[in-house]
């Protein structure tokens, strides 16, 4: 794969991608200066239910919304991994494909990152690689420090400040879209406009393929 010098990773289910996740990639790659963002769907994902769309469609509709960045990659990376995407076991491939860890933006949004202590490795994955988190509507990032105080002397508050070397969490309150892969599907099953959900080429893709029909 493509090594640029800094690299942000967004993994997710993707079921489908939508407004949200893109302003979640757009925050991090501007506020930590990133060169590329890759957007990474899970085959199986950790810690929640098999997806409903299957990997081939929900990577085409990835590919379709990457299309509208020079910025934005897909890596199918942990769509041939067997078992869940664990992010540690994804951290073994990155390294074994000779991406240097330590330009590695792990991207979450704040819900999830909340979290982290259940991961798998944890400890370890924190020293591995910086970790961006951006806030979502309900879940602001700063909150994160009270949340998760073992973790907070490790928070850095992102306006403008060059990053440390050391493994950091950048903490990024940008506003994103208030939607959910849930809502997407919840809309689609009702056969509801996706219009301001979802970028105009995934609507399309859902309804040219039927995904999510009678699903809710
Ligand atoms: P679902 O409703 O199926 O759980 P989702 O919308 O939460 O889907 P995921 O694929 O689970 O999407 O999320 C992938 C990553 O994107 C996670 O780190 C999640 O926190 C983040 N994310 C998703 N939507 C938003 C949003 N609107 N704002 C900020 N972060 C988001
Ligand atoms: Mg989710």
């Known amino acids: 794969m493509?090594?640029?010098?800094?690299?942000?990773?967004?993994?997710?289910?993707?079921?489908p991608i939508h407004d949200g996740h893109l302003d979640v990639a757009r925050a991090a790659h501007r506020a930590l200066t990133l060169d590329e963002v890759h957007l990474v769907p899970a085959r199986v994902p950790p810690h929640r239910a098999a997806p409903q769309a299957s990997a081939e469609h929900r990577l085409a509709m990835v590919t379709l919304a990457a299309a509208q960045h020079d910025w934005l990659r897909v890596s199918t990376l942990d769509l041939h991994a067997d078992g869940p995407a664990y992010t540690t076991d994804t951290l073994d491939r990155l390294a074994a494909c000779g991406v240097d860890l330590r330009t590695l933006h792990v991207i979450t949004g704040a819900d999830a990152f909340a979290g982290i202590l259940t991961w798998r490795r944890a400890t370890e994955l924190l020293d591995r690689c910086h970790f961006v988190v951006v806030s979502r509507p309900g879940h602001p990032a700063p909150a994160l420090r009270r949340a998760l105080p073992g973790l907070a002397s490790r928070m850095i508050d992102t306006n403008g400040c060059v990053p440390p070397a050391q493994p950091s969490i950048?903490?990024?309150?940008?506003?994103?879209?208030?939607?959910?892969?849930?809502?997407?599907?919840?809309?689609?099953?009702?056969?509801?406009?996706?219009?301001g959900l979802v970028p105009p080429t995934v609507a399309t893709y859902i309804g040219q393929h039927e995904l999510y029909r009678g699903v809710a």
């Open 170 to 195: 950048f903490l990024v309150d940008a506003p994103t879209a208030p939607v959910s892969s849930t809502e997407v599907r919840a809309r689609a099953a009702a056969g509801h406009s996706l219009e």
């Open 2 to 15: 493509s090594t640029p010098g800094r690299l942000g990773w967004l993994g997710g289910t993707f079921d």
